[in-house]
């Protein structure tokens, strides 16, 4: 038989490699961000268009390469920061493996240029799916520029793969956010289709967080400080009222490198017990510096997972030293930890009967007019009929058109153009044309399923996903249509964001422009909002947009990504009523004609059931 075995040719094996290197434009921002880090420069600047994916550059002012290293550099497995096996064990550079810039060249077009300080000239090299295009001396500045253009040109479906622009720019941001904080003495400058994102000039870790993370961070931090035999934390944890609901700032850095580590951040989780509120996670920015020799980040080949000789002994002490430094600034007595911002949305009824005393501004109200304000296009009808308590809020501006197809019929015939009587000035819905609370066809089950007759049997809803799945079309339909109504504010909202944050708003803006939203000026970490859509009180914006950002971080990547499709599904997510809220008969009945109204009833945004049958015959089976 004929031997079949042949070495693969460099460029094949080298696509390979990239496979496990290159993901994303974030895995080569990392890369190149490392490799100027590890050639010493004081400044990096990184410049990125379209997320990354038509050009990454990085320009450094570290000790550049010669000639020959320029052209050694693309190989695989070269490498000038090891020589012996030995010397992975006592690592103190970023990279080491000689795979980056190979596997790059092999996915896209690179640009080197590069002078070592001394030499008179420099040298430029081109290169594209690991063809060298040209190799020359060139003019440019003491360091290393190496721009990337068009990833993965010669792989398309990896192309393909990569998603919307918002996303890849949030990994992106990510990866720049991680070194730039392990690095605190190196300035760092980051812009995204000509707009600055980041300046961050040299200075200690604390000013460090705050460029990053705005102004307001400041006052958050509690630091974070103990020193022994086997290990060295710095550092700061976010105090527990600033917390967020849906997503934190989580840190880990060992020996000035980023790594996840669930065990590590359930010892700071096990810290904060009893002082986060529920479901709120905390938000840390911590540097262990440990003998190289009693770790191995050799385990992954992206790097962020790494492998301590003693965990216990870390979990013990990251855990301890946290308790004190909260302890020492006496976080916990001063907190009120009952306090949770669900209630102050309209869906919480069980305090329905105790009239709590509230500060009400009136946005209407002008000391030097003596008329009665007139009505207001957006007022909302809580302030006329407090019973009723915006439940009916939701469904404002939703055209009847919703109400086309049913494919159901309904045991009793309620006229379904009533259930949206209640128009865009708020006007309460005309009880007497509503079926009467005592004739009603639903029934809530633990205040959290309708139960509603049909002609067959009986239905029985999911409230929360049912009104997810009302909620999303009409998001869907307001993104994509155009036609949504506004609430103006008379006084603009104003909302501190992180650089990124903001930059992700700003991606999403014309998506959530379409659904109400009217965006003001963005000034330093500032977003101000001028209007908001009719279905949320203002109350609610910062749990929508705080749930739209970690819906994006969180974005799987089998779910037939669209961004609009993104931003209804979060905001109906965000907005829908929860299970355990009881909802009068009128509520009720709404939902359930919304629901059937829908182009797509049976499943919620998600996937799920909304809704269960029972015809007759089942139950009669049932009695048998
Ligand atoms: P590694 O970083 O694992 O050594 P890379 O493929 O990232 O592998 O880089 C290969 C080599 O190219 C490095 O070892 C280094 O000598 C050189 N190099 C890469 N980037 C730079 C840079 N920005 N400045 C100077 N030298 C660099
Ligand atoms: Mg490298």
């Given at each position: 038989?004929?031997?079949?075995?042949?070495?693969?040719?460099?460029?094949?094996?080298?696509?390979?490699?990239?496979?496990?290197?290159?993901?994303?434009?974030?895995?080569?921002?990392?890369?190149?961000?490392?490799?100027?880090?590890?050639?010493?420069?004081?400044?990096?600047?990184?410049?990125?268009?379209d997320?990354?994916?038509?050009?990454?550059?990085?320009?450094?002012?570290?000790?550049?390469?010669?000639?020959?290293d320029?052209?050694?550099?693309?190989?695989?497995?070269?490498?000038?920061?090891i020589?012996?096996?030995?010397?992975?064990?006592?690592?103190?550079?970023k990279?080491?493996?000689?795979?980056?810039?190979?596997?790059?060249?092999?996915?896209?077009?690179?640009?080197?240029?590069?002078r070592?300080?001394?030499?008179?000239?420099?040298?430029?090299?081109?290169?594209?799916?690991?063809?060298?295009?040209?190799?020359?001396?060139?003019?440019?500045?003491?360091?290393?520029?190496?721009?990337?253009?068009?990833l993965?040109?010669?792989?398309?479906?990896?192309?393909?793969?990569?998603?919307?622009?918002?996303?890849?720019?949030?990994?992106?941001?990510?990866?720049?956010q991680?070194?730039?904080?392990?690095?605190?003495?190196?300035?760092?400058?980051?812009?995204?289709?000509?707009?600055?994102?980041?300046?961050?000039?040299?200075?200690?870790?604390?000013?460090?967080?705050?460029?990053?993370?705005?102004?307001?961070?400041?006052?958050?931090?509690?630091?974070?400080?103990?020193?022994?035999?086997?290990?060295t934390?710095?550092?700061?944890?976010?105090?527990?009222?600033?917390?967020?609901?849906?997503r934190?700032?989580?840190?880990?850095?060992?020996?000035?490198?980023?790594?996840?580590?669930?065990?590590?951040?359930?010892?700071?989780?096990?810290a904060?017990?009893g002082?986060?509120?529920?479901?709120?996670?905390?938000?840390?920015?911590?540097?262990?510096?440990?003998?190289?020799?009693?770790?191995?980040?050799?385990?992954?080949?992206?790097?962020?997972?790494?492998?301590?000789?003693?965990?216990?002994?870390?979990?013990?002490?990251?855990?301890s030293?946290?308790?004190?430094?909260?302890?020492?600034?006496?976080?916990?007595?001063?907190?009120?930890?009952n306090?949770?911002?669900?209630?102050?949305?309209?869906?919480?009824?069980?305090?329905?009967g105790?009239?709590?005393?509230?500060?009400?501004?009136?946005?209407?109200?002008?000391?030097?007019?003596?008329?009665?304000?007139?009505?207001?296009?957006?007022?909302?009808?809580?302030?006329e009929k407090?019973?009723?308590?915006?439940?009916?809020?939701?469904?404002?501006?939703?055209?009847?058109?919703?109400?086309?197809?049913?494919?159901?019929?309904?045991?009793?015939?309620?006229?379904?153009?009533?259930?949206?009587?209640?128009?865009?000035?708020?006007?309460?819905?005309?009880?007497?044309?509503?079926?009467?609370?005592?004739?009603?066809?639903?029934?809530?089950?633990?205040?959290?399923?309708?139960?509603?007759?049909?002609?067959?049997?009986?239905?029985?809803?999911?409230?929360?996903?049912?009104?997810?799945?009302?909620?999303?079309?009409?998001?869907?339909?307001?993104?994509?249509?155009?036609?949504?109504?506004?609430?103006?504010?008379?006084f603009?909202?104003?909302?501190?964001?992180?650089t990124?944050?903001?930059?992700?708003?700003?991606?999403?803006?014309?998506?959530?422009?379409?659904?109400?939203?009217?965006?003001?000026?963005?000034?330093?970490?500032i977003?101000?909002?001028?209007?908001?859509?009719?279905?949320?009180?203002?109350s609610?914006?910062?749990?929508?947009i705080?749930?739209?950002?970690?819906?994006?971080?969180?974005?799987?990547?089998?779910?037939?990504?669209?961004?609009?499709?993104?931003?209804?599904?979060?905001?109906?997510?965000?907005?829908?009523?929860?299970?355990?809220?009881?909802?009068?008969?009128?509520?009720?009945e709404?939902?359930?004609?919304?629901?059937?109204?829908?182009?797509?009833?049976?499943?919620?945004?998600?996937?799920?059931?909304?809704f269960?049958?029972?015809?007759?015959?089942?139950?009669?089976?049932?009695?048998?």
């Amino acid at each position: 038989m004929a031997d079949i075995i042949k070495l693969l040719p460099d460029h094949v094996a080298n696509q390979i490699a990239a496979g496990e290197v290159v993901q994303r434009p974030a895995s080569v921002v990392k890369e190149l961000l490392e490799n100027a880090i590890d050639a010493g420069a004081s400044t990096i600047k990184l410049i990125v268009k379209d997320a990354g994916k038509t050009l990454i550059q990085i320009i450094d002012d570290g000790k550049g390469m010669s000639d020959t290293d320029a052209r050694m550099s693309f190989e695989r497995h070269a490498t000038s920061k090891i020589t012996t096996a030995d010397d992975l064990f006592n690592l103190n550079t970023k990279g080491f493996r000689g795979e980056a810039l190979a596997s790059i060249a092999a996915v896209a077009h690179v640009e080197l240029k590069t002078r070592p300080e001394g030499a008179e000239v420099g040298t430029r090299i081109e290169i594209e799916g690991s063809k060298i295009n040209a190799q020359e001396v060139c003019a440019t500045p003491k360091g290393t520029s190496l721009s990337v253009k068009n990833l993965f040109f010669n792989i398309p479906a990896r192309r393909n793969f990569l998603k919307s622009n918002s996303v890849e720019l949030r990994h992106v941001i990510d990866e720049f956010q991680r070194v730039s904080l392990a690095h605190p003495d190196i300035a760092f400058a980051m812009y995204h289709n000509e707009g600055e994102l980041f300046q961050l000039p040299q200075g200690n870790l604390k000013q460090r967080i705050v460029n990053i993370f705005g102004g307001k961070t400041n006052e958050k931090l509690v630091p974070v400080q103990e020193e022994t035999d086997i290990l060295t934390i710095n550092g700061f944890v976010v105090k527990p009222e600033f917390s967020k609901k849906t997503r934190g700032e989580q840190f880990f850095f060992v020996n000035d490198r980023f790594i996840k580590s669930a065990y590590l951040n359930h010892a700071v989780t096990a810290a904060f017990d009893g002082l986060l509120p529920e479901r709120a996670r905390a938000s840390y920015f911590l540097y262990l510096k440990v003998d190289p020799s009693t770790i191995d980040i050799n385990i992954h080949p992206t790097k962020t997972e790494i492998k301590f000789d003693d965990e216990h002994a870390l979990y013990a002490m990251l855990r301890s030293t946290i308790k004190h430094s909260l302890g020492q600034f006496s976080i916990a007595p001063v907190l009120d930890f009952n306090r949770d911002s669900e209630l102050d949305t309209p869906y919480d009824y069980k305090n329905k009967g105790i009239v709590t005393p509230k500060i009400e501004v009136d946005r209407t109200f002008n000391p030097f007019e003596n008329v009665a304000p007139p009505k207001r296009g957006a007022q909302r009808p809580e302030f006329e009929k407090p019973s009723a308590a915006g439940w009916e809020n939701m469904y404002e501006g939703m055209e009847s058109q919703a109400t086309a197809v049913s494919t159901m019929t309904f045991e009793k015939e309620v006229s379904t153009p009533d259930m949206f009587e209640s128009g865009l000035n708020g006007t309460m819905q005309n009880i007497s044309t509503s079926p009467s609370k005592d004739e009603s066809s639903t029934y809530q089950l633990n205040n959290k399923y309708i139960v509603s007759t049909i002609k067959s049997g009986m239905v029985i809803i999911d409230q929360h996903r049912a009104h997810q799945r009302v909620l999303y079309e009409e998001f869907l339909r307001n993104i994509t249509v155009k036609e949504s109504v506004s609430q103006q504010l008379l006084f603009p909202l104003t909302l501190a964001y992180s650089t990124t944050e903001l930059a992700l708003i700003e991606e999403l803006k014309a998506g959530l422009e379409n659904t109400g939203f009217i965006f003001g000026t963005i000034s330093g970490d500032i977003l101000e909002i001028n209007g908001i859509p009719t279905s949320i009180t203002e109350s609610q914006v910062p749990v929508v947009i705080d749930q739209l950002l970690s819906d994006l971080e969180n974005e799987v990547p089998d779910s037939g990504f669209s961004q609009t499709d993104t931003l209804a599904k979060s905001m109906a997510k965000s907005l829908a009523v929860k299970g355990g809220v009881s909802l009068d008969n009128m509520s009720r009945e709404h939902l359930v004609n919304s629901l059937f109204a829908c182009k797509e009833p049976s499943i919620s945004p998600t996937n799920r059931k909304t809704f269960v049958t029972m015809t007759s015959e089942d139950l009669e089976r049932k009695f048998k």
